[in-house]
């Protein structure tokens, strides 16, 4: 064994038998939902988690885990008992949407229709 | 930073028989999508024992987060410069956000944050070998901050690529701050490698000292680590303890050759034929032994967690209010 190098153990004396009691439920708090803006006019974005013990300390911490790098303009934090979400098991949901082409710009082929109509009338 | 997460090197490998009580249309459904390249996330259908793997790993990695940050920690102080101490606290304070966005993706697997804490306070949970090392001076500083963190890159980038979607991306946020860390830590190094006669000698005494513990680093050989089939195949594992040693090799040995600094093994060279690197193996007992706490370290390390966690308990008590209740993260 070396003589420590760490002054919290050499200077500040930290025994290293120093058994706590182990954390409890809930010792870290609930978790709040981080949204992350780059810039104003941008979509805000889920970036990811922090835990906190109230909105605002929550907001403090997600400054300092996702604004600390690049752009920020705006954060957001949402508890994460308070997002309702759908399952990726009932996905099938949204599964007829690509069938329904009549919602699309796509579905529309005037052009064609126009084309056969003008044909029509030269002949 | 972060080390290559070990499986329990105590542990045999049960792999087949745990796999035995999986609902095997469940489970072909289940490889087939990673199969695909899709990613799993936390709600969706998974064997107990991809569960179990990935918070051992996830685990792993932010405890090597956190403790890594100790050595580092202290030469805050003692960095030379105004700038370097700055760039030093804001590599610690990275370390320290890495462990936050860890432990946030293996709770999405079901085991809280305090109890991650507890497992690593009383030495349950394994971390990073290398950070039962102690930092003699500040070129130990440097080299950990460019060769451990090559390596933890490697391995991160690699991983960042795997099946579980929370870990895939907070590795892809990681990774992006790594390289301010891989490059402040070059930076240093060259600076005393191209310095006056004593820096060369404190940074070549550096790296003779990390040698050891950065062939370590991968962790234990492929010849004696057997369990990693089904884990590469989960894509839990993206590379193999050999394969990610070599990348490393191939990638910075040149580079330390390059600063005419040499290399503490006579065995190392490159084998033009094969393409790979041949080295002495390295010492696997000693990493047993470290791991399952004998390095001159282990012991410090957790007690200075411990009064971090015993000293800020007071402010957590204090902040708490009635009316909460805790829910998994969703991502
Ligand atoms: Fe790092
Ligand atoms: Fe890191």
Known sequence: MIESLDPRINRA????DNNIEPLGTLDQWETYEVFHQKKRGDQHMHVGIVHAANPEMALAFAKEQFGRRGLTANIWVVNTRNVFAST?????????TTDKIYREAGGYKVMDKINQYKKSQKA | MYGNAYIEPNEASKTHSVLADEDPKLLAEFEARIERGEKIEPKDWMPKEYRKQLIRMIEQHGHSEIIGALPEGTWITRAPGFKRKLALMAKVQDEVGHAQLLYSAAETLGKSREAMINDLITGKSKYSNVFNYPAFTWADACVIAWLIDAGAIINQVANAKGSYGPYCRALDRICTEESFHLKYGHDNVVTLATGTPIQR????????RWWPPIMHFFGPSDKISSHTEILMKWKVKMATNDDMRQQFLNMYVPKIWDLGLTVPDTNLKKNETTGKWEYTEPDWDEFKRVINGGGPCNAERLAVRRNAE??????REALKSGQTAYVVPFA
Do not use: H, K
């Not at chain 2, 015993?310 to 402010?315: D, I, S």
């Open chain 2, 201 to 208: 000698q404190m940074v070549q005494e550096a790296l003779n």
């Open chain 1, 13 to 16: 004396s930290i025994s290293v």
């Open chain 1, 88 to 96: 990726y098991e009932d996905a099938d949901i949204f599964e007829t």
């Open chain 2, 310 to 315: 015993e000293r800020g308990r007071w402010v």
